[in-house]
DNA sequence: CCGGATCCCCAAGGATACTG
DNA sequence: CAGTATCCTTGGGGATCCGG
């Protein structure tokens, strides 16, 4: 790809920061990743059972992309068996209190979620 | 599942409800939906002019499932002219409390997370 | 004015095999 | 052990046309 044209991704993408946010932890395991490195650091192997549904290749990705981002740090370690290991970086850590919150927020408000969900299939449609 | 280790990750089953908020919220429009809303009541064009980079279909599309998940309150109003009023439930008002405190974050951090992709960048690949 | 129905495209996500 | 490369599937999102 020589030259790419300047695609309109958002037309509010420069002063937009929570479109980065939400398109970094929006996807599959990028929080349930964040999340197991809460308790301090852990190899890759150690995540991929941590999290078992994972596969390495979405592990693989998801964590290079949390640590573009700078929200975990990874450590290699040049050995015959090779050793990595991933940690929250202190900005990654500084998100998990917000985040947590809004964790916090749907734990409370899932019922009513669910509640609404019943509720407009209910009246929508008779079927 | 009843008993596991020290699992304090939000187990990816029945009870994870922040992977329903976010996978309505993390989609491309429902926040921007959300924040339009918040000044008050908007019939469909005024929102629609109001994102103005939304299509109808998406905006139709977000709408909806908002509505089906008791966010907002779809109003219609039987006329010749057909005329739909849509505002913030109690549900979404509050939801909107701890997705602030994020979009706080995201707005506060937004640099480190850029500076954190060059620095990446900069750092992987020397080309 | 307010959408639904339809078609299309692309990128995210998964599975598997391979590598240093 | 810690990934990468490759292929494939899926569905989100856009454009457009149609209907009430």
Redesign the interface.
Known sequence: MPDTQTK?I???EQPC??R???DR???QWS??VL??L??GVLRFNELNR??D?ISKQMLSRTLKRL????FIRRTLFAQVPPRVEYELTN?GR??L???H???????E??I??C???L???GSGTGS
């Open positions: 309109e958002f037309a509010f920061p929570i980065d946010v939400l932890i929006g996807d929080l349930l999340e197991a809460q308790g941590k999290i549904d640590e573009e981002d700078g900005l500084s998100f209190v917000p985040m919150l809004l964790v916090q927020w749907a734990d408000n899932h009513r979620i509640t609404a969900r509720d407009y299939a």
